[in-house]
T-cell receptor
Framework: SQKIEQNSEALNIQEGKTATLTCNYT??????LQWYRQDPGRGPVFLLL?????KEKRKERLKVTFDTTLKQSLFHITASQPADSATYLC?????????????FGKGTKLSVKP | GAGVSQTPSNKVTEKGKYVELRCDPI?????LYWYRQSLGQGPEFLIY????????DSGLPNDRFFAVRPEGSVSTLKIQRTERGDSAVYLC?????????FGPGTRLTVL
């Protein structure tokens, strides 16, 4: 079965630096990979989706890369701010298709210090 | 527009009791998902509806768990004979395509 590893439980960085979070998967290549943000006591909020035929996608200060050879996605937040502090979850589609359930990693808790 | 809403926000019950958790998806979203999240873990899939029917219920842990979506909109997750291990945050999400929109969750505590 598909397994996802987010390699850091916690990441502490200084304001203004770039945060880089890693997501690795072990089995089949998903049709797409998504990143969500979750604040304490709240549900996950969608940030970015990248498809298997896309290498990179950007949205404002966020950038996601997808390497199907390495079975890895990197999530970058540039010019980080304390307001970016949250848990970031990586998620894959379960069956290589759309509208199926998602398989989530455990998340990486990012803390941005002023 | 209104997002996904879930009620109650918190539910405390005693071991052995029956509970119902409700999810109101975003209007027009055909797909609805239930996940369960324990502390320090990512959400874990339970069941997925496409319209009124359960398209995939492979994540339900046992037959104490059941969910319905009779009119293709609101869904109810039902847990019979609750156990302490059922304590978690139950998340609902809805979607039209690949992106899922989550509600705030119901925190269930079984004493």
């Amino acid at each position: 079965s598909q397994k996802i590893e987010q390699n850091s439980e916690a990441l502490n960085i200084q304001e203004g630096k770039t945060a880089t979070l890693t997501c690795n998967y072990t089995n089949y290549s998903p049709a797409y990979l998504q990143w969500y943000r979750q604040d304490p006591g709240r549900g996950p909020v969608f940030l970015l989706l990248i498809r298997e035929n896309e290498k990179e996608k950007r949205k404002e200060r966020l950038k996601v890369t997808f390497d199907t050879t390495l079975k890895q996605s990197l999530f970058h937040i540039t010019a980080s701010q304390p307001a970016d502090s949250a848990t970031y979850l990586c998620a894959l589609d379960s069956y290589g298709g759309s509208q199926g359930n998602l398989i989530f990693g455990k998340g990486t808790k990012l803390s941005v210090k002023p | 527009g209104a997002g996904v809403s879930q009620t109650p926000s918190n539910k405390v019950t005693e071991k052995g009791k029956y509970v119902e958790l409700r999810c109101d998806p975003i209007s027009g979203h055909t797909a609805l998902y239930w996940y369960r999240q324990s502390l320090g873990q990512g959400p874990e899939f339970l069941i997925y509806f496409q319209g009124t029917g359960a398209a995939d219920d492979s994540g339900l842990p046992n037959d104490r768990f059941f969910a319905v979506r009779p009119e293709g909109s609101v869904s109810t997750l039902k847990i019979q004979r609750t156990e302490r291990g059922d304590s978690a945050v139950y998340l609902c999400a809805s979607s039209l395509a690949d992106t899922q929109y989550f509600g705030p969750g119901t925190r269930l505590t079984v004493l």
